[in-house]
């Protein structure tokens, strides 16, 4: 008979689960044991259990499977909870771990003791606790629950002890997750009269369309219709910045240049869009709304009054659309073009200084374009969500709908794990570096081939910009002063400075040879930033 541990981490392996990334406790043992003896299945130790979240949600993005992150009592579900709430605002499903107390000690005043299930029940879709006798039905479940629309984590409270008990016998079959329904007929007649009468509809990509992969059916309604189509960040890759109808990424870099297409707007198709990214009501004109997604659009409804839900699955919804046959909507594609050429002339900045758009312009020339490109939180993310050419959803992964800073990091470890014949490089700012620093030590232990690149400027840019925004003097931001310099490495990682554009390019040429983990530090003035983001949408 299998014991709990061995029980549990068969269970997780039946899911599909690969890894476990997280920090072991004194009652993990048993567990790490059953871990080290089960083949195809293992443990990944992180430097900050937050990582193991982080790296559970890149894994499910990048391979469709199901990672499960682990903390133990207390701190180490405090910890652990970051990445968790990333996973649970970014739409990715995960098993969450941690250590309870058992039983009798539930109630009690106890060293590192805190009520997890309440505490995880804002972040996670469903909370449960082990049982002996219920091993495999509960990660069943967990499963189901997780990959369900709308997908996200699941909480499961290990208590203490129980991992070397005799397990229950269970015959229990691994569960489908729930079948998205096709939506209702009235709403596809009525979304098809609405989009047949719109002089001017634009689509509107969140991250819901990349989940439910209906990237050809969105490229061939604005192939044939002509319609323009923007996105939010998470979103990127939907649609090639090259395309006739691509209009640009909501709320960062130029967004205003956006905005001078959807304002024109008569009619938005929100197509798999997630408003936990931005809000419709930040960004929409004063039009009607198609709200195509799995579930009905959270929007204000007396600010805007015409919104029609068609909820269900989205292919269903999309070849509707497909099979009328009216001609090409009223759109001006020409002008359309010229405001998308100069956003990209004004990202791609001047030659000769090394700022944040040549920092990313050498980037991008210097990686084979199904790179994969994770990035940390801050000023440089609005630069990127913008200015980055995505081949594919997959290859620009950031947070968005959680913006954690510290994402960048051991996302990028996780893809490495997860697509390891891809080109991985990360970039992050100063403040996400300094938060998860330390997984360089866990990059170079799996001995991970990514190129990190530091966009070093001394401050919290995006804080200072918005304090200059609103006439404040800088105050709070400043990480280092003037005693800074750089490491030669952190943990057996090598550190590359670069101040100019000829010793970036050096950099990347030898972090491109390199064997292992490389930082390079890239410094850049954020003044650079000023006039690119933060600009109104409308």
Not at 75 to 93: E, F, H, I, K
Not at 356 to 384: F, M
Request: proline share 6%; glycine share 8%; charged share 20%.
């Amino acid at each position: 008979m299998d014991n709990v541990a061995e029980s549990l981490i068969k269970a997780l392996k039946d899911i599909g689960i690969k890894y476990v990334f997280g920090v072991p406790s004194g009652n993990w043992v048993d567990y790490l044991e059953a871990l080290r003896t089960t083949d195809g299945i293992e443990f990944v130790l992180v430097s900050n259990e937050g990582s193991g979240g982080f790296m559970a949600d890149v894994h499910w993005r990048l391979t469709g499977n199901l990672a499960a992150c682990f903390g133990t009592f207390g701190p180490g579900a405090c910890n652990l909870s970051t990445g968790v709430c990333g996973g649970y605002l970014d739409r990715s499903p995960m098993i969450v771990l941690a250590d309870e107390m058992p039983d009798e000690m539930l109630s009690r005043t106890a060293q590192m003791n805190m009520d997890h299930q309440t505490f995880f029940k804002p972040i996670t879709k469903w909370q449960t606790r082990l049982h002996p006798d219920k091993v495999k039905s509960t990660v069943y479940e967990a499963y189901k629950i997780a990959c369900s629309e709308v997908p996200g984590p699941v909480y499961i409270g290990l208590p203490a002890g129980m991992g070397s008990q005799t397990a229950g016998a269970e015959d229990r079959e691994l569960p489908e997750p729930a079948p998205v329904d096709s939506p209702d007929d009235p709403s596809l007649e009525k979304m098809e009269s609405m989009f047949v009468h719109a002089r001017k509809p634009i689509m509107a990509l969140g991250i819901t369309s990349v989940r439910a992969g209906v990237r050809d059916l969105v490229l061939q309604i604005a192939d044939r219709f002509k319609v323009p189509v923007i996105l939010t960040p998470m979103a990127k890759g939907m649609i090639p910045e090259n395309h006739p109808a691509y209009a640009g990424v909501l709320a960062h870099a130029l967004a205003n240049q956006v905005g001078a297409t959807h304002s024109q707007a008569d009619l938005v198709l929100g197509i798999g869009y997630d408003p936990v990214e931005i809000n419709y009501e930040d960004w929409m004109p004063a039009v009607p709304l198609i709200h195509i997604d799995t579930v009905p659009a959270d929007i204000d409804k007396c600010k805007y009054p015409e919104v029609l839900d068609v909820v269900g699955n989205i292919r269903t919804a999309l070849k509707k659309l497909l099979a009328n046959n009216i001609g090409k909507k009223e759109w001006d594609m020409g002008a359309l073009k010229q405001r998308r050429d100069n956003m990209f002339t004004e990202l791609a900045g001047s030659e000769g200084e090394l700022n944040a758009r040549a920092v990313l312009s050498v980037l991008q020339e210097a990686l084979p374009p199904e790179s994969i490109l994770t990035c940390d939180v801050g000023a440089h993310l609005h630069l990127i969500g913008q200015a980055w050419k995505t081949y594919s959803p997959e290859c620009q992964l950031m947070t968005n709908g959680c913006s954690s800073m510290g994402f960048g990091i051991p996302a990028a470890i996780a893809a490495k794990l997860s697509k390891p014949q891809s080109t991985v490089a990360c970039v992050t700012g100063d403040g996400g570096f300094l938060m998860m620093v330390g997984e360089l030590a866990t990059a170079m232990r799996l001995g991970t081939k990514i190129i990190f690149v530091l966009m070093s400027d001394s401050q919290l840019s995006l804080i200072t910009i918005k304090q200059e925004k609103k006439h404040h003097p800088d105050y709070g931001t400043s990480l280092f002063n003037d005693k800074y310099c750089s490491a030669n490495s952190f943990f057996g990682v090598p550190v590359l400075t670069a101040s100019t554009i000829n010793e970036y390019k050096e950099a990347l040429v030898r972090a491109s040879n390199a064997n292992g983990p490389v930082v390079i530090e890239a410094f850049v003035n954020k003044d650079d930033y000023k006039n690119l983001i933060l600009k109104e949408n409308t």
